[in-house]
C-alpha cells in the first residue's frame, strides 16, 4: 500500500475544465470518497489517477514516486467499474487473472493469486464459471477480485455499488469496508449516493463543476461546511435569502429580523438545519430567534416529523422533529412558533 498524493490536477476538454487543478493526499490505508453531482469531474479524476485518462495538467504520485505519464498497467492501481467491465467469454478465474497476465507473472503465482483473491471475497470454489452464470453481487466481486490480485498501492471505485439492488448495496458496502481495512488498502472510491458516502468514507472530497469545494470528515463538513454549496449538498438544509445589516443583525428579503453570528455585512444567505430548529404551539422566549408562522405541510417519515413552516411570503422553513410518540404534532394551518439560537445558523456572503 502506498500513499497517494495529485497536484493540482487538471482535465481541459477544449475551453471546458471537467477538472480544474484538484489537489488532494490520500493517507497510506486510508478511504477517501469523492462525493458531487452529476458531472462534477469526480470519474475523470479517478480515470486520470487510473490511469485511463491524460491530464491537461498536473501530477500523480503512488508511494512517492511521479506516474502522470505512466500507462494503467504500469502503475499498480486496482480499478472497478460500475459495470463490472468483466470479459463475458473469459471464467472468472481468467478474469481475475487478466492483470496478472498483463504483469507477464509466472503461472504457478498467477494460479495462486487468483486463488488468494476469490477467496477474499468469498468466492472460492466459483472460479471455472462464466460471468454470466453469476449474480450482479457475485460479478461484482469478481470485478473486485481482479482489481485486488494485483496487490494494488491504490484501489479505485468508480460508483462500484450503483448497479447493485438496495439491500445488496448494503451489504457489498459493508463488506468492501471491512476488507479495505483488513487489508490497509490505499482507497479512493467516487459515488453520488450521500449515505453510501458518509458511511464508507475516512474523509470526503465535495467536488463541483471541476472544483473541489471541502476536503474532510463527515462531521467537517456537516458541522462546518466550507461554502453555500457544501452546506446545500452534504445534509440538508433551508437557505433563507437576505442581508447582513450590521454584526449579528440579519435581514430576510420577506423581512424578517433575526439574530445571527457573523459580522460581515452585505447580501447573504443563512443556513438553518431542521433539526437544529425548534417548534412549539406557543412562544419560544429563551431562545434568540423566536418566530410565529404557520404550517404548510407535514411529511410523516416514521421516525421524525418534517414541518414545513410559512414564516413570511418570502420565508418558509422545514423543521425535524424526532418522533417520540404523544409529542407536540403540529398540523396543517396551525400556527405555530419556531425558535433558535443565533449560533444553530450559518451565514454565507453572496
Ligand atoms: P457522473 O456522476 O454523472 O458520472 P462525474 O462527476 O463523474 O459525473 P465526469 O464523468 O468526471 O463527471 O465528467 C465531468 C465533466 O466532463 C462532465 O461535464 C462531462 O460531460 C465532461 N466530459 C467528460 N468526458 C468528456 C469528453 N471526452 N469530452 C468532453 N467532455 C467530457
Known amino acids: 500500500m502506498a500513499q497517494l498524493d495529485i497536484h493540482r490536477l487538471t482535465k481541459r476538454y477544449g475551453e471546458f475544465h471537467a477538472v480544474r487543478e484538484v489537489s488532494l493526499s490520500v493517507a497510506d490505508g486510508e478511504f477517501l470518497v469523492l462525493l458531487g453531482p452529476s458531472g462534477c469531474g469526480k470519474t475523470t479524476t479517478l480515470r486520470m489517477v487510473a490511469g485511463f485518462i491524460e491530464p491537461t495538467s498536473g501530477h500523480v504520485k503512488l508511494g512517492g514516486g511521479d506516474v502522470t505519464l505512466l500507462p494503467p498497467w504500469k502503475r499498480n492501481a486496482g480499478m472497478v467499474f460500475q459495470s463490472?467491465?468483466?470479459?463475458?467469454?473469459?471464467?472468472?478465474?481468467?478474469?481475475?487473472?487478466?492483470?496478472?497476465?498483463?504483469r507477464k507473472l509466472p503461472r504457478p503465482d498467477i494460479d495462486k493469486r487468483v486463488d488468494e483473491a476469490l477467496a477474499l471475497v468469498r468466492l472460492g470454489g466459483l472460479g471455472a464459471r462464466l460471468p454470466r452464470q453469476l449474480s450482479g453481487g457475485q460479478q461484482q466481486r469478481v470485478a473486485l477480485a481482479r482489481a485486488?490480485?494485483?496487490?494494488p498501492d491504490v484501489l479505485l471505485l468508480d460508483e462500484p455499488l450503483s448497479n447493485l439492488d438496495a439491500k445488496l448495496r448494503q451489504e457489498v458496502r459493508v463488506e468492501i469496508r471491512e476488507l479495505q481495512r483488513q487489508l490497509g488498502l490505499t482507497t479512493v472510491m467516487v459515488t453520488h449516493d450521500q449515505e453510501e458516502a458518509l458511511t464508507m468514507a475516512d474523509r470526503l472530497v465535495v467536488?463541483?463543476?471541476?472544483?473541489?469545494?471541502?476536503?474532510?470528515?463527515?462531521r467537517d463538513l456537516y458541522e462546518r461546511p466550507a461554502d453555500r454549496f457544501v452546506a446545500g449538498f452534504v445534509g440538508r438544509t433551508t437557505f433563507l435569502a437576505g442581508t447582513v445589516e450590521a454584526p449579528g443583525r440579519f435581514r430576510t428579503d420577506g423581512g424578517l429580523g433575526l439574530a445571527i453570528v457573523g459580522d460581515?455585512?452585505?447580501?447573504?444567505?443563512?443556513?438553518?438545519?431542521?433539526?437544529?430548529?425548534?417548534i412549539a404551539p406557543g412562544p419560544l422566549p429563551e431562545l434568540d430567534n423566536d418566530l410565529s408562522g404557520t404550517v404548510e405541510f407535514v411529511s410523516y417519515l416514521g421516525a421524525q416529523i418534517d414541518i414545513h413552516v410559512r414564516l413570511s411570503p418570502a420565508d418558509r422553513l422545514v423543521v425535524q422533529i424526532a418522533n417520540r410518540g404523544g409529542g407536540f404534532a403540529p398540523e396543517v394551518g396551525q400556527t405555530v412558533h419556531v425558535g433558535w439560537q443565533a449560533g444553530a445558523g450559518q451565514v454565507f456572503a453572496d
Open 148 to 151: 485486488l490480485a494485483i496487490r
Open 207 to 218: 467536488m463541483n463543476e471541476g472544483s473541489v469545494h471541502q476536503v474532510g470528515t463527515q
Open 84 to 102: 463490472y467491465a468483466l470479459f463475458p467469454h473469459l471464467t472468472v478465474a481468467q478474469n481475475v487473472a487478466f492483470g496478472l497476465e498483463m
Open 264 to 278: 460581515t455585512t452585505g447580501k447573504a444567505a443563512l443556513s438553518l438545519r431542521p433539526e437544529r430548529l425548534e
